[in-house]
């Protein structure tokens, strides 16, 4: 199959590539990782001001109406950047997420505002014992005249800290486990009642965990029809994984590239180490590793939207599974092939390695996505 | 860190003192045990690196044991 960018396409990837080359070098990311706020509004601005956080809005809410591959074409350029700010979260997932509901006149004032780069929104979905679950939802909505009462705790929410509004899923009827009965409400960040834990993660973003301690919200707060909330949910995170594969094969084409460098220049034993055989191959192996973790991007950017539910999630699935693979081989080869300097703060290559390593763990691990892609191919 | 899942992705420096605690008010962020499990890992990356690499004892062994 032939894969290529239209021309369109490619001069997104190629504007990204150029603004983030020039305006978010490794120096800038070590600056804003170690800020306070862990993001930096000014190269948020930027991306705004380039049109890249109205790619996924509607053409209606001011955006471009774009999808899955020109988010691809655009990913690479933020995983090799390591870029911190809520891209993904916001400008991705929550964006694909209020998309579903643009009927809804708040959702799309929303999604304008976010199109301008004014507003960020962050999906607050997954729970402490949910692990990649997305229909365990614990969290209880309780109606009582026209508002809801929220109580609940939301695990690991990337970039909670940086948005004004959540998108928090609550269940409005049944059991943990059921997949019916779960309602999603717009919530303003500084609510009453809502406690967030912020901490970095192990990639030097920022995330939090979420208390919600009696938060009543108006009942015009909630998304979409009572109950019926989790498809739409679903469709969101799935568009975030295709995403991601994305982003984690810009990470992996830079770590190849910076290795080979490496074993280039590197003096042992009177020669370069890149002559060595055992390391030639060893770059082969990373190579055939990332080119496979390529094309399951590929594929998950075709797929990941598709209305086909169980073919959507198996070729997610796959994707997942064989990119995260992926990502640690490359990880953990590059160090090793780094030797002690690939462990270093100062060298991006650990930096990379540990984006890689979250990649790796984040919407479902290598094992969960082969258990599921196994068990779609069962039935 | 795939037994915790989404928990190992918090980097909490306080966590790796000796005799940490997680706030007692609210229900913990995630088992106590999860906290360090990542930054063991990308420590752990040393092992196949420091006093001399795996690949320099494989050398050593294919030269001075197999004799090759």
């Not at chain 1, 109205?54 to 053409?59: E, F, M, T, W």
């Not at chain 1, 998950?300 to 169980?310: K, T």
């Amino acid at each position: 199959m032939n894969f290529e960018f239209s021309d369109e396409q490619q001069q997104l990837q190629d504007t990204v590539d150029r603004y983030l080359t020039d305006r978010y070098s490794f120096e800038k990311f070590r600056a804003i990782n170690a800020s306070p706020s862990g993001w930096d509004k000014a190269a948020w601005a930027g991306l705004a001001e380039l049109g890249v956080l109205a790619l996924n809005v509607p053409v209606a809410q001011g955006g471009l109406g774009f999808g899955p591959l020109e988010t691809l074409s655009v990913m690479g350029a933020c995983g090799r950047s390591l870029l911190l700010e809520p891209f993904l979260s916001s400008a991705v997932i929550a964006t694909a997420l209020l998309r579903a509901f643009a009927d809804d006149a708040a959702a799309a004032e929303l999604l304008a505002r976010m199109a301008a780069g004014d507003a960020i929104a962050v999906l607050a979905h997954y729970e402490p014992d949910s692990r990649y679950e997305t229909q365990w939802v614990r969290t209880r909505a309780q109606k009582s005249g026209d508002s809801y009462r929220l109580d609940g705790h939301k695990a690991v929410v990337l970039h909670a800290g940086a948005a004004d509004s959540l998108l928090i899923s609550a269940r409005t009827s049944g059991e943990p486990s059921d997949a019916k009965g779960i309602s999603l409400f717009r919530v303003p960040r500084d609510a009453k009642g809502l406690v967030l834990d912020q901490y970095p993660t192990i990639d030097g973003r920022r995330a939090a965990d979420i208390y919600l301690e009696g938060v009543q919200i108006p009942e015009s707060s909630r998304l979409g029809v009572e109950g019926g909330a989790l498809p739409a949910i679903d469709a969101a995170l799935d568009i975030g994984l295709g995403a991601l594969c994305a982003e984690a094969v810009g990470v992996m084409q830079a770590l190849v590239d910076a290795t080979v460098a490496y074993v280039q220049s590197r003096q042992q034993f009177g020669t370069a180490i890149g002559r060595f055989q055992a390391l030639q191959h060893r770059i082969a192996d990373m190579l055939i590793h990332l080119e496979q973790a390529r094309s399951m991007s590929y594929l998950a950017a075709l797929r990941c939207s598709d209305q086909n539910v169980s073919e959507r999630r198996r070729a997610l699935s796959a994707a997942k599974a064989v990119v995260g693979q992926s990502c640690r081989f490359v990880a953990q080869q590059a160090v090793q092939l780094h030797g002690g300097m690939g462990m270093t703060d100062e060298l991006i290559v650990s930096h990379w390695f540990k984006r890689l390593t979250a990649a790796e763990l984040m919407f479902g691990d290598s094992d969960t996505h082969l258990q599921r892609y196994a068990a779609l191919t069962r039935s | 860190m795939g037994a915790v899942g989404p928990y190992a992705l918090p980097f909490r420096r306080e966590a790796m003192e000796a005799g940490w605690q997680p706030d007692p008010a609210r229900e913990a962020p995630g088992p106590k045990y999860a906290a360090t499990l990542a930054a063991a890992y990308m420590n752990q990356r040393k092992l196949s690196i420091f006093g001399g690499t795996n690949e320099i004892q494989k050398n050593i062994i294919s030269k001075m044991i197999v004799g090759l």
